[in-house]
Nanobody
């Protein structure tokens, strides 16, 4: 059973920083891509950042230069460092992995950025 557990969300003012963490269960971590997605109220879930097993990364245009995704395979953890946060970054952030074409999601962690 694949389990993803996010942590690190919270409320910050614009310009502040947060670091999200996602701990994955089992030995499925190293060979699969990991991503962070977010969903704002009334909007569809969108990709924020992805890191592959080969450490290739991809970011949404709206977060490039501000967010950094990284992974620690020894700790089965993926991180999202978020700097220079903006009110439009507000939403529920979800950790994701795809194994054999099946998507797995964490329960989400709330990020609220006030102006």
């Amino acid at each position: 059973q694949v389990q993803l557990v996010e942590s690190g969300g919270g409320a910050v003012q614009a310009g502040g920083s947060l670091r999200l963490s996602c701990a994955a269960s089992g030995n499925i971590f190293a060979g699969h891509p990991l991503g962070w997605y977010r969903q704002a109220p009334g909007k569809q879930r969108e990709m924020v950042a992805i890191v592959t097993s080969g450490l290739w990364t991809n970011y949404a245009d709206s977060v490039k230069g501000r967010f950094t995704i990284s992974r620690d395979n020894a700790k089965n953890t993926v991180y999202l460092q978020m700097n220079s946060l903006k009110p439009e970054d507000t939403g529920v952030y979800y950790c994701n992995t795809n194994i054999l074409r099946i998507d797995y999601w964490g329960q989400g962690t709330q990020v609220t950025v006030s102006s």
